[in-house]
């Protein structure tokens, strides 16, 4: 099972980081993935980590924004999102993908899902 948690409400150009647990299983192996969905869109790809932590991907829009990182030793995965937008404003899910020697950026690549996390940027 994997466990979002640390969104909320922030204002434009504030930072916040969320986080995603796995409980009941290991990360060791999985890529990990963020993906996000706004309301009245299709989910899409964020930001993506190997197992090993050696690959990252981003989505153009959060490049140069965001940071995702991992500790396998807690089993957590983070992303961490500077200078918020508006357009940043969805809920935010983490998921794991069998695919460890990769960063894979689309969703059937990943095999769990969490149950995301709401993240409000306002003006």
């Known amino acids: 099972q994997l466990v979002e948690s640390g969104g909320g409400l922030v204002q434009a150009g504030g930072s916040l980081r969320i986080s995603c647990e796995a409980s009941?299983?290991?990360?060791?192996?999985?890529?990990m993935g963020w993906f996000r969905q706004a309301s009245g869109r299709e989910r899409e790809f964020v930001a993506s980590?190997?197992?090993?932590?050696?690959?990252?991907n981003y989505a153009d829009s959060v490049k140069g924004r965001f940071t995702v990182s991992r500790d396998n030793a807690k089993k957590t995965v983070y992303l961490q999102m500077n200078t918020l937008n508006l357009e940043d404003t969805a809920v935010y899910y983490c998921a794991a993908s069998g695919m460890g020697s990769f960063a894979p950026t689309t969703p059937r690549s990943y095999d769990y899902w969490g149950q995301g996390t709401q993240v409000t940027v306002s003006s």
């Open positions: 980590i190997s197992s090993r932590g050696l690959g990252t």
């Open positions: 009941g299983r290991t990360t060791t192996g999985y890529a």
